[in-house]
């Protein structure tokens, strides 16, 4: 059950005359007649909605639909065929206008079963403003977007409060860029001018064009250019364009090398010594007897079983990519893999030297030793599991997820405290056939995970009541270990709880660095590369592109 099937049109001909039920494809059987005649006596609010009904995508449905002579003109350039009941609706002002005060467009189309430029168009005839008071959509439109549109909204948030562009877009959901083109349109007056980011932005500069104050940052104390942004509030990048602009000399690879060797041996050394772990530095790992084959361990950790790494920001992928620093994350991953199918009892520990400025050196080396650290007394009073569509948990999921999106759905279900959303969970069905085949026809697996929940065993007990809820099927889901500045690696911890087995990796994944230092992901380029009729080796060479590897990621499976 994939958006991606066999569509030959003569299966699904002879099922529709055999009776409709039946398999379509190799991974898809369903009701073809059940699903016309749905279509057919409109009994949907979105063909989208329908298609995610039966278990597929929109264009499959346009498939079948057109195989069958069913599509319609709803379905192509021309409108709908309107029915008496919603044409007597759609031409009615006072109905639409009192419609438009309390739902957005999409809402009005879906219930009249037409699309919005329908809606949209009508309105114009009857010269009805889309627009709704601004303090309405705050608190109750779930398309924040819609937002950009309203003047005296932007005004107000832009002129009158003195807002950023960047926080307005923050609010909304949107890019910085997105905010300033319809401040423009409005013909509001933008602050891009210095003068305006000299005054937001004040005490910042003041430190920052301070030589005194840098050299004593940078030179004194010997801190490094993420410190330095971490204490200000900025980005490493913008603290060395300001040091080279002070005359101060950037550190060498070298200087900086002693630097790491300064941040072990005062910082980590002691503070393994702080929890009383046994340790050895410098700890040299002999891969094979016959070769000269070894990796240099920063520190290992016996009676744990742990291998311990202290990486730099820089060298290790934390900053600006360049070709060595591509070359460094593709050696710390084959370092990795060596090491884990080497000594699979052992663990492999990362520690950034960023850690020991924002407190997460003391809870990894807590989690190394088994200090569990106190959870908030939680328990399920107040808390209730409902099923959800869609338009229940996307702004939620569009706010709170890095992916700000909900792909084609299975099951959603949210979790509510006191009619809150705190958290949702989204099973969705495996992007590639190759999974259906591995682990099962009905497999699906964990999409998109949010909670807002922290510090309790509230996501356990969500995510075990959803598994009850889900018929008998695998189910996957996978877990990023890449580090990150500021956060700890993502190990699987969750999925252990709720009984799922680890089952080994996904395969090393790889996108590309322009010139300009931008990522492109492989796809881009492979396409590219076809159009061309050349290899995506030669298109990379071609266009300059280096190839920066990315971690794995651990794949757990839930079986009853």
């Given at each position: ?228 942004a971490c204490e200000l509030g900025t980005n490493d990048v913008l603290v060395g364009r300001h040091l080279r602009r002070l005359g101060i000399q950037m550190r060498s690879h070298l200087e900086y090398a002693d630097l790491m060797s300064s941040v072990h041996k005062h910082k980590l050394i002691p503070l393994l010594d702080k929890y009383g772990i046994n340790h050895v530095s410098s ?278």
């Amino acid at each position: 059950m994939v958006k991606i099937y066999n569509r030959r049109s003569d299966r699904i001909l002879s099922l529709y005359e055999k009776g409709g039920y039946g398999p379509v494809s190799e991974y898809l059987e369903f009701n073809v007649k059940l699903f016309v005649e749905e279509y057919e006596n409109n009994n949907y609010g979105r063909f989208e909605s329908l298609c995610d009904k039966f278990g597929f995508g929109k264009s499959f449905g346009k498939r079948i639909l057109k195989v069958l002579g069913k599509l319609e003109n709803r379905m192509g350039k021309n409108s709908f065929n309107l029915s008496d009941f919603t044409k007597s609706l759609i031409n009615n002002k006072e109905w639409l206008t009192s419609q438009l005060q309390t739902k957005t467009l999409t809402q009005i189309a879906c219930e009249l079963n037409v699309n919005n430029d329908t809606i949209r168009r009508r309105l114009r005839q009857f010269n009805i403003s889309i627009d709704i008071p601004w303090d309405y959509k705050i608190n109750k439109v779930v398309n924040k977007s819609k937002l950009l549109y309203d003047r005296e909204y932007m005004y107000r948030e832009y002129v009158t409060d003195q807002k950023t562009a960047q926080q307005i877009a923050n609010e909304i959901g949107v890019s910085q860029q997105t905010v300033l083109t319809y401040l423009r349109k409005h013909r509001i007056e933008t602050r891009l001018d210095g003068q305006w980011q000299y005054r937001e932005l004040k005490d910042l500069l003041n430190k920052l064009t301070d030589k005194k104050f840098m050299i004593e940052q940078y030179i004194t104390l010997k801190k490094s250019t993420y410190q330095i942004a971490c204490e200000l509030g900025t980005n490493d990048v913008l603290v060395g364009r300001h040091l080279r602009r002070l005359g101060i000399q950037m550190r060498s690879h070298l200087e900086y090398a002693d630097l790491m060797s300064s941040v072990h041996k005062h910082k980590l050394i002691p503070l393994l010594d702080k929890y009383g772990i046994n340790h050895v530095s410098s700890y040299v790992v002999r891969m094979r007897e016959d070769k000269n084959w070894s990796y240099e361990i920063d520190e290992y950790l016996p009676d744990y079983r742990v291998f311990l790494e202290l990486n730099g920001l820089y060298w290790h992928g934390y900053g600006n990519l360049n070709l060595t620093v591509a070359r460094n994350i593709q050696r710390d991953i084959v370092k990795w893999k060596n090491l884990t199918s080497k000594f699979p009892d052992h663990k492999i520990v990362y520690m950034l030297e960023s850690d020991f400025e924002d407190g997460l050196a003391d809870r990894i080396i807590e989690g190394i030793v088994g200090r569990k650290r106190e959870l908030a007394k939680w328990k399920p009073d107040g808390y209730r599991i409902e099923r959800c569509n869609k338009d229940d948990v996307y702004e939620f999921i569009a706010n709170n997820h890095y992916l700000k999106s909900i792909p084609a759905s299975k099951f959603i279900f949210g979790l509510y405290n006191k009619n809150q959303l705190v958290a949702a969970v989204v099973f969705s069905y495996p992007h590639r056939n190759e999974q259906l085949l591995k682990y099962g026809e009905n497999t699906v697996e964990i999409s998109r995970f949010i909670s807002l929940e922290h510090g309790s065993n509230a996501n356990s007990w969500f995510i075990s009541k959803c598994l009850r809820e889900v018929s008998n099927r695998p189910i996957i889901s996978y877990a990023d270990i890449t580090r990150y500045p500021g956060k700890i690696s993502h190990d699987g911890t969750l999925y252990k709880a709720c009984n799922f087995e680890y089952i080994g990796l996904t395969e090393s994944s790889y996108r590309y660095l322009t010139p300009d230092r931008k990522l492109l992901h492989k796809r881009g380029v492979w396409k590219k590369a076809k159009r061309n009729g050349i290899t995506e080796k030669r298109q990379a060479y071609i266009d300059g592109l280096i190839k920066v590897l990315e971690w794995p990621k651990k794949i757990f499976i839930y079986r009853r």
